[in-house]
């Protein structure tokens, strides 16, 4: 896989603000750069970018593969994560993720017929007492998402679609 010249100066930019022998530190920009571009990181952008960063392919992957909000793989409009650590599970966090996907059709970490919504668990998200929380499209995140609030989330998604 080539990057655009266009990607390349993007993660010249990003490079640029580590020394030349920290250059991994410009990781996650980079894979956000990727990822913008083209909706979610394959192994050979993840390569490309090792190459491109002069570091082996599995320091990239990495990355990748601990935080979240790198899709390693193509996923719906909405990606919907519902927190799942112990303390969210305590507050029916576990619940809220099986009533999305059970109103989705979806298992976790799937994605919808439609291709328009994506269920993941995740990780803490920082607001504990918030619980159940999630977080859209790694962007927005949601606090107390009873059984109802899911619901009109699902439906305030769908006509926002239409």
Request: proline letters at 8%.
């Given at each position: 896989?080539?990057?655009?010249?266009d990607t390349l100066a993007r993660f010249d930019k990003e490079a640029a603000k580590y020394?030349?022998?920290h250059r991994l530190s410009a990781v996650m920009a980079c894979l956000a750069i990727v990822q913008h571009e083209?909706?979610?990181?394959?192994?050979?952008a993840?390569?490309?970018?090792?190459a491109y960063l002069g570091v082996e392919p599995i320091a990239v992957h990495e990355v990748t593969t601990f935080y979240n909000m790198y899709n390693a793989q193509?996923?719906?409009?909405?990606?919907?994560?519902?927190c799942t650590n112990l303390p969210c599970q305590l507050r029916d966090g576990d619940k809220a993720l099986a009533h999305l996907c059970r109103e989705l059709g979806v298992e976790p970490y799937g994605t919808s017929a439609d291709g328009r919504f994506t269920v993941q668990p995740c990780e803490c998200l920082g607001a504990c007492a918030d619980a159940p929380v999630m977080l859209v499209n790694d962007r927005q995140m949601l606090s107390f998402m009873s059984h109802e609030r899911l619901d009109e989330l699902?439906?305030?998604?769908?006509?926002?679609?239409?």
């Open positions: 896989m080539k990057f655009s010249q020394p030349a022998e083209q909706g979610h990181v394959s192994p050979a993840e390569d490309a970018l090792a193509p996923v719906g409009t909405y990606k919907l994560n519902v699902i439906e305030m998604l769908k006509a926002g679609d239409a």
